[in-house]
C-alpha cells in the first residue's frame, strides 16, 4: 500500500531527521568504591571502613549539544553526585550538585550560564599528580580545587596549545542566608576569577586566579579570600613530573581552613610535587608530597600519597594506595575528604593510611 504524503508533510519529515542528526545527548558517570584504613583518629583509635569516593567523586551526568546553524551550538551538563556506599546524593542533597549550566559554543569559543565549577577546579585537574583524588591529593590542603559556585557566567575559548577561562558568580553559595545575591549588596557572595593554561609538546603550564566573599549580611560582610596558582607539568614519554604554588590571603574576617584563629594568621603558601610513572601498558605508579606554610606558626603540614592503578579493562580499574599526614604544634591534617582533612586528626598528631578498591567509568 502506498502513502501520498503533501511537500509539507515531507519537509517536516526531513527536518526532524536533520534536527535528530545534529543533536546529541550523552549519559555518563563514574562508580568508585573500596575498603580505607586510618589511624590515630579524633577521640582515639584507628577505622577500618567501606568508602566512597577514593580516586574519583562517583557521578553520573547528561551532556548534550545541539547544531544550531551559523557555526553556534547550544550545550547542556546536568552532572549528579553520590556515595557508592550509601546511595545518598552528594553536594549537600543537591540534585545536580557538581555541575547545572546552559550555554553557546561557536569557534570564539564558550559562554556557559549555571552553577559550575570555579577556574582553580577548572585548572588544576592537569596539574594534580594524584588527579584530585578525593583520598588522597591536594584537596586535603585546600578544598577551594574542588569547589564550584552557582549563579556562574563563564567563558572558556581554547586555540591551539592555549586555553584562557574568566567566570563571575553573582552569589557562589545559594545555601548561605543573606550571603547570596542579596538586593542592594552585590558583593555578597560574590566570587570572580580567571585562569589560563598553554601546552607545547611535553610542556604544559597553568596559572589561575580566585577572589571570593564568604561574609552575610550580619557577619563580616566585606570577608574575602583571594588565591593564585602557578604550575606545570613535563612529559618524559613514561614519567609525567609535576609541580606547583598556590598563594592565599583572607581578609576582613575571612578564614583560611586550617589556620590559626585571627587576623593577621589567614595567609599560607602551598607547594606540591610529584610523578606519574606508566610502568606498564596497565599499571600507572603515581608519588606526590604537598607541604604549606601558614603564616606566624610553626603548625605547617606535609601530605604524602603513594598510589597504584592497574586498568582491568578501558574503562575499569582497581587501586591501592597509602597516605601520610604530618603536623606539629597545632596543625591537624588528617587523611579526611576534603573539607574534612583539617580536624581529622588531634592536633600534633600524625596520621597513616591506606585505600584499596575499583573505578568504573561509563
Known amino acids: 500500500m502506498r502513502v501520498k504524503m503533501g511537500v509539507p508533510a ?3 519529515l526531513l527536518c526532524c531527521a536533520s534536527a535528530k542528526a545534529q543533536t546529541s545527548v550523552t549519559l555518563y558517570g563514574v562508580v568508585d568504591a573500596g575498603i580505607d584504613f586510618a589511624n590515630h583518629q579524633v577521640g582515639g583509635g584507628s577505622v577500618v571502613r567501606q568508602s566512597s569516593a577514593n580516586v574519583a567523586g562517583p557521578r553520573w551526568g547528561l551532556r548534550g549539544v545541539e547544531d544550531i546553524g551559523g557555526g553556534l551550538k547550544a550545550v547542556f551538563v546536568l552532572e549528579s553526585g553520590f556515595d557508592t556506599d550509601t546511595g545518598k546524593s552528594g553536594q549537600g542533597g543537591r540534585l545536580f550538585g557538581r555541575m547545572a549550566y546552559v550555554g553557546m559554543q561557536g569557534q570564539w569559543g564558550s559562554v556557559l550560564v549555571g552553577r559550575q ?3 582553580m577546579f577548572d585548572l588544576i585537574g592537569a596539574f594534580d599528580p594524584m588527579a584530585l583524588a578525593p583520598k588522597w591529593s591536594i584537596l586535603n590542603q585546600d578544598l577551594i580545587f574542588a569547589s564550584r559556585a552557582d549563579n556562574t ?6 586555540f591551539g596549545g592555549l586555553t584562557a577561562s574568566a567566570m563571575y558568580s553573582f552569589g557562589a553559595d545559594s545555601n548561605t542566608t543573606n550571603g547570596s545575591e542579596v538586593p542592594g549588596i552585590s558583593k555578597l ?8 593554561s598553554y601546552s607545547s609538546g611535553s610542556l604544559s603550564v597553568g596559572s589561575a586566579y580566585d577572589e571570593i566573599n564568604t561574609g552575610t549580611v550580619t557577619a563580616n560582610p566585606d570577608a574575602k579570600t583571594r588565591r593564585a596558582v602557578l604550575t606545570g607539568t613535563y612529559d618524559l614519554s613514561v614519567v609525567r613530573l609535576f609541580a606547583g604554588y598556590r598563594w592565599a590571603r583572607a581578609y576582613d574576617g575571612a578564614v583560611l581552613p586550617g589556620a590559626l584563629p585571627g587576623t593577621a594568621n589567614q595567609g599560607s603558601n602551598l607547594w606540591w610535587t610529584g610523578a606519574i610513572w606508566q610502568a606498564a601498558p596497565a599499571l600507572a605508579l603515581s608519588a606526590a608530597a604537598y607541604y604549606q606554610d601558614y603564616r606566624n606558626t610553626g603548625g605547617d ?13 578501558k574503562r575499569t580499574d582497581a587501586y591501592l594506595s597509602f597516605g601520610y599526614a604530618m603536623n606539629r604544634e597545632n596543625s591537624n591534617m588528617g587523611l579526611g575528604n576534603g573539607a574534612t582533612g583539617f580536624g581529622n586528626t588531634p592536633a600534633g598528631s600524625n596520621q597513616f593510611g591506606g585505600a584499596v578498591g575499583m573505578r568504573h567509568v561509563f
Open 189 to 196: 557572595g560574590r566570587e570572580y576569577g580567571f585562569r589560563v
Open 117 to 119: 565549577q570555579n577556574e
Open 301 to 313: 603540614p606535609w601530605l604524602f600519597v603513594v598510589m597504584g592503578k592497574y586498568a582491568l579493562s
Open 153 to 158: 557566567v563563564k567563558y572558556v575559548g581554547t
Open 10 to 12: 515531507v519537509v517536516a
